[in-house]
Structures are given as C-alpha cells and as structure tokens.
C-alpha cells in the first residue's frame, strides 16, 4: 500500500490542503476527485510539501515524493526527524523566526533559505510558503512548507 493510501495520511492531507485554503486563501492546486485523489496528487506534486507536528522539538509528519528526492530520505526515515535537522545548525535560528513569524500571521509567503539533506548536500530554497495547520475543530496541529524552487550550492 502506498503512504497516500492509507487513512491517516489521506486525512492529513486534507489538514494540508484546507489549511492553506484558510490562511494563503487559494488552494493549493485544483482538488479534483476523491480525498484519496487529492492525496495521492500531493504526493505526487511537482513541487515540495512537508509538514511537521507540535512537539516542543517538531516532528516531520509528512513529505511528499518530491521532498524525499530532495532531501534524499526515505519516507521511514523522514517521519522520524526532528524538522530542525532540515537546516544547518548554522541556519537554524533563522528558521526558528521564520517558524515564530508563521505562528503569529498564519502564513508567510516569501521565506528563502539554505536547507540540508541527509547526504550533507546543500540547497537554496526559495520563494517558499510556510503555514499554519489547524484541524476542523480549528485547533493548531502542526506547520507546512512547499516551494518549487531551490538550486544546490556547491560544495
């Protein structure tokens, strides 16, 4: 079975999606078909999407195909990191703003930043959307992340 096929990452996904029709105020991409539909379709986007929970120290709880390629994980592995170690320890306070900016206004629509993948190589990303995820009942569960648009550095 595949991640989007099962239950508990079709309803995330839905988490996903309503929460950046409520607070970026356009879908994500044209949500056509099934919830299973739409779920396979984020997981199979063209772009990056991924998302961590509440903890004190965040977990991932989703990345999509392009996110794992990126951050050369498997999904496995993915589910398991703190989303701290995404970005340098250098980077790492910029990204704690950028995370408290992004509790405050719901959304922020133009973080650029230098993020790390399990291999060690290192990327610019760019142009990226953050925002808050809230569940039907309005509660906060968590915070996403997709972008489009990033460039390796060298080395």
Sequence with gaps: MQPWQEDNWIEHT??????????????LFARDGSDEDQSR????????????????????????QAALDL?????????????????????RDERALLLERTSRDGFVDDYKGIRIASTGRRFLIEKAIVWNLVNDEGDRVGQAATFSDWVFLDE
């Design 71 to 91: 951050w050369e994980m498997e999904l496995e592995a993915l589910l398991k990191t703190p989303s701290r170690m995404t970005a340098e320890p250098v980077h």
């Design 41 to 64: 379709a984020l997981f199979e986007a063209p772009f990056v999407v991924v998302s961590h929970g509440i903890q004190t120290d965040p977990i991932l709880n989703y990345g999509n």
């Design 14 to 27: 839905q988490i996903l999606l309503n929460s950046y029709r409520r607070f970026v105020g356009v879908d």
